[in-house]
């Protein structure tokens, strides 16, 4: 993975899967705070709109890249077309990444290369080819960052949602070692770990083992939809506590509780908590 050429000065904050749920609420407050942006997600009509109303409210420069994440190529080509537009990014969110539920043989094995490919494989690409701009603006007395989304499913196995909390592990254990890394280098790595909040996550078709949505399944989704936390206002405290430099920011005091409770319980209990929190029959 290469940047070719002279690299462009770093301006702008780039936030991937910014076309709905926290990705959206995080580009809303940097535009918000006056940075310019380049949002990325495959829906172009969503990323366009989005892009008018934060040109409109905020008088930011916002660019929209559409892109799958998940191909092979996708991360190369995001930087080669950020390398093209002549736009260097001082902050990074890697924030687009989806679940699954049910037992692992419920889905096929594309959905789960794609969910790494995305979690995991495009997070540590873009990581990797934006830190050398990110490490010359640091030089040049800018303050760029990375901002990894993980999830409170770090913390845990996660029975039914296996592949899924595995994914968040690896976000959550790559972030703090960069966080450390990289404190001398000038560039302060966050890993937000929101709990259950309310996006388009949960509606997603790899949420739905059977591909079959009953009444009884609707009506436990909107007990669930009703408890989880706003995405404003995660997406808030990810911000600040992005801001402050926290190596890990968890929105909300039951989340802070139940992420750090399980490193008090033998992992045989934490796995089997899990297992009968995820379980809906
Ligand atoms: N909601 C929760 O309860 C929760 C809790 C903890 C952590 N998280 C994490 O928070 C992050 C954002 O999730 P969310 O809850 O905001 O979900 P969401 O509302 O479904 O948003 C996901 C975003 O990722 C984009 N995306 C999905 N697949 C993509 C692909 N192949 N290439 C590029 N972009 C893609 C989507 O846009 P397009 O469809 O337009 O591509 C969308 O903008 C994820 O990493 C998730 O794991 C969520």
């Known amino acids: ?37 380049v949002l990325v997600a495959r829906n172009e009509s969503k990323l366009a709109a989005l892009a008018g109303i934060l ?16 191909r092979p190529d996708a991360v190369q080509d995001l930087l080669n077309a950020l390398q093209e537009a002549s736009i260097g990014i001082r902050v990074l969110i890697n924030n687009a990444g989806f679940g699954s539920y049910g037992r692992i043989q419920d889905h096929e094995w594309d959905l789960y290369r794609r969910m790494i490919d995305l979690n995991i494989t495009a997070l540590t ?90 009444e009884e399944h609707l009506a436990e989704h909107r007990r669930r939809d009703a408890r989880r936390m706003d995405a404003g206002a995660a997406a808030s405290v990810g911000y600040q506590g992005f801001l402050r430099g ?17 490193r008090f319980l033998p992992r045989a209990v934490v796995r089997k908590l899990a297992f009968r929190m995820l379980k809906t029959d």
Do not use: W
Not at 55 to 70: G, N
């Open 125 to 214: 690409g873009l990581t990797r080819g934006l830190l050398p701009g990110m490490i010359a603006c640091a030089n040049k007395g800018g303050t760029p960052g990375i901002m990894n989304v993980a999830s409170t499913a770090a913390f845990q196995p996660g029975p039914l949602m296996g592949v899924y909390f595995a994914t968040k592990s690896y976000v959550l254990s790559f972030s703090e070692a960069l966080h450390e890394e990289l404190k001398d280098a000038g560039v302060t790595v966050s890993a937000f770990c929101p709990g259950p909040t309310r996006t388009e996550f949960f509606r997603q078709d790899s949420m739905i083992p059977s591909g079959e949505i009953s």
């Open 55 to 70: 040109r409109k409210d905020f008088e930011v420069d916002v660019r929209i890249i559409p892109a799958d994440l998940t």
């Open 246 to 262: 926290d190596a890990i920011v968890i929105p909300g005091l039951k989340n802070r509780f139940l992420a750090q409770a399980g």
């Open 1 to 37: 993975m290469t940047l070719l050429g002279e690299q462009p000065a770093a301006t702008h904050v780039l936030i991937t899967g910014a076309s709905a749920g926290l990705g959206l609420e995080l580009a809303r407050l940097f535009a918000a705070d006056g940075c310019a942006l």
